[in-house]
């Protein structure tokens, strides 16, 4: 199925409109496809079946639904204002984006259970899954915006929208490490799902770069400090959630590990190439959905035995030396870069 | 409670940092309780639960959690670039604002039930409020930082957040429609609701025409146009939600009135005056939470009689003229203006 034929605006009739509305509508239809084809493979396959170009399966549909009614309006808009409706196509992706966005979230909280004649989303996907679908739209559509922003200020405005976009994908990927699945998960796969976290603290970070005025030095340095501190500290707390002391961590112990949840110490012992790797493997494999304590504290052991906290320890500590380095390498005030150092080891190490 | 006394920055130690830094943090903590306490009301409440500063019945408390390690980590970044730090606030508190919506997100669909040692949001709450809770700070995240833009780009990037907030306060006053009481719902509210509709709408119009760079004359009246129209098109979704053919709506019959939902036309039978808008509100407070087919059918009956259709439907048609005169008495484009009035017609009275 081509782009243009499957979508509503291609149903825009050429005698109700000039040809530069025409264009305009494809274009919107053309950019709203490939903002959901480029999301996270799980979010794309959800916002698909929710645009009607996909089935619950992830089939290809000819019954592509929704009458863009609002890049419709957003688009004359611009006319009507006296411009080529072309200048008004990014906002016209983005309104439908947060429509779409908000239908995904308002069926779930109305309980409605069909959506444009079939099972709504969260029916199809769970509620979960759904929302996420939902978060990953809005994302985008700020992310289409964003780069409209004049000056000095175009920096600082894409950050943001950037950071939540690579967030909700790396939440999506990292429900994807719950389940039965111990065979094809790897180490490239946890540090996308780590996204989750080091994303917004690689943005915290260059947004107080952005908004500074940092030269371009300063600001992939203390962007990349940021990403790598995220890194370090994800992976410190996946260890403390099967080591530490919940009274300091304020969770349940061991909730990942109960979730058959594979955090990098779980995958490095899977592949260790140890026979406790395998043992763990075997066990995994054979877990129901509600394991018994003994049976997660013997996990834990297994992880532990084959190798899994220490090398998790060791690649925690090397990003944290790598933020460190980022900082100490670039031309940054002194004392606030000594302080950002102070900070990344109380965060990760718990150094107080 | 005064805001700097139980917020967290006021818990940087004055010795470590110098007076700049802990006045930005200052800064951060009382415009993050600011955006908070300014939500809509149900919507304060949780996110005030969530941050800590107010427990499930919505008394204040003094564990604030949250160290605001991100805003820090903003404010920093930029001091080592060399600024003030205070010019990073807006960021930081963006950043704050994101990385809360992704915890009460999260914790959904991780089903974890802590967060700071207290029960999460959704447990309090339910997974829909706390959903549109997060969706609310997300929103106020954008909020915070589109008027940062600069020059022509300005009001554009200020057009689609605002919107989103306002659908999102709009969603959650829609859902208080929902339930027994029948007593206290008004049209005002009805009309607030609206906007989880209206403001996208409006917001539509309004981009279209700030990226055509409209003059402010154009814009208000795009803008106003918008607004009526959704507001007309809402009425005529609720009344067709009850005297509809599923087959055009694509939603199952008296989805809204089977969950004891105040929409417009029930609102204005109960205050009709009128001798069914008492029977009907006797039926309503009697009703269980799964009323009967012919339960349902009698209060449909019911509303019909007490003149609840027919002031629905009046109130749709005057919005939709309002949204025709909005258009009609500004200097815009003519062929686009007269299509954007038959797209209003087409959209409220399924004219094709």
Same mark, same amino acid.
């Given at each position: 199925m081509s782009i243009q034929?499957?979508?509503?605006?291609?149903?825009?009739? =050429?005698?109700?409109?000039?040809?530069?509305?025409?264009?305009?509508g494809q274009r919107?239809?053309?950019?709203?496809?490939?903002?959901?084809?480029?999301?996270? +493979? #799980?979010?794309?396959?959800?916002?698909?079946?929710?645009?009607?170009?996909?089935?619950?399966? $992830?089939? +290809?549909?000819?019954?592509?639904? $929704?009458?863009?009614?609002?890049?419709?309006?957003?688009?004359?808009?611009?006319?009507a204002a006296g411009a080529d409706p072309a200048v008004a196509v990014p906002g016209a992706v983005a309104v439908e984006l947060v429509h779409n966005f908000s239908l995904l979230h308002d069926?779930?909280?109305?309980?409605?259970?069909?959506?444009?004649?079939? =099972?709504?989303?969260?029916?199809?996907?769970? #509620?979960?899954?759904?929302?996420?679908?939902?978060d990953a739209l809005l994302a985008a559509a700020f992310c289409r915006l964003a +780069?409209?922003?004049?000056?000095?200020?175009?920096?600082?405005?894409?950050?943001? +929208?950037?950071?939540?976009?690579?967030?909700?994908?790396? #939440?999506?990927?990292?429900?994807?490490? /719950?389940? =039965?699945?111990?065979?094809?998960?790897?180490?490239d796969h946890y540090l996308r799902a780590c996204d989750k976290t080091s994303a917004l603290l690689e943005a915290a970070s260059a947004i107080g770069a952005a908004l500074a005025g940092a030269d371009e030095q300063q600001l992939t340095a203390l962007r990349r400090a940021g990403y790598c501190l995220g890194v370090s500290w994800q992976i410190a707390n996946d260890v403390e959630d099967i080591w530490g002391?919940?009274?300091?961590? $304020?969770? =349940? /112990?061991?909730?990942?590990?109960?979730?058959?949840?594979?955090t990098l110490p779980v995958i490095l012992a899977l592949r260790s190439g140890q026979s406790g790797g395998a043992r763990l493997a075997e066990a995994l494999r054979a877990a129901g959905p509600q394991p018994s304590e003994p049976e997660v504290q013997q996990w834990a052991r297994l992880v532990e035995a084959a190798g899994g906290r220490a090398g998790a320890e060791r690649l925690s500590r090397s990003y944290l030396e790598d933020a460190v380095d980022q900082l100490r390498a670039a031309r940054l005030a002194a004392r606030p870069r000594e302080?950002?150092?102070?900070?990344?080891?109380?965060?990760?190490?718990?150094?107080?």
């Open positions: 034929s499957g979508t509503p605006a291609a149903r825009v009739r =050429p005698e109700d409109a000039p040809a530069a509305l025409v264009r305009a919107v239809a053309t950019e709203l496809r490939g903002v959901v084809d480029g999301l996270e +493979p #799980q979010l794309a396959r959800i916002c698909g079946y929710h645009f009607g170009w996909r089935d619950a399966d $992830g089939r +290809p549909t000819d019954d592509g639904h $929704g009458k863009l009614l609002r890049a419709r309006l957003t688009l004359l808009a611009a006319e069926d779930i909280m109305d309980a409605d259970e069909l959506r444009r004649g079939r =099972p709504a989303a969260w029916v199809v996907f769970g #509620q979960g899954m759904a929302t996420l679908a939902g +780069p409209l922003a004049a000056g000095p200020t175009r920096r600082a405005a894409t950050v943001l +929208p950037d950071a939540l976009h690579r967030m909700i994908a790396g #939440q999506s990927a990292d429900l994807a490490l /719950e389940g =039965p699945d111990v065979d094809h998960v790897e180490v002391d919940t009274g300091v961590t $304020g969770k =349940p /112990e061991l909730s990942d590990l109960r979730r058959s949840k594979k302080e950002l150092v102070r900070l990344f080891r109380r965060m990760v190490l718990r150094e107080s």
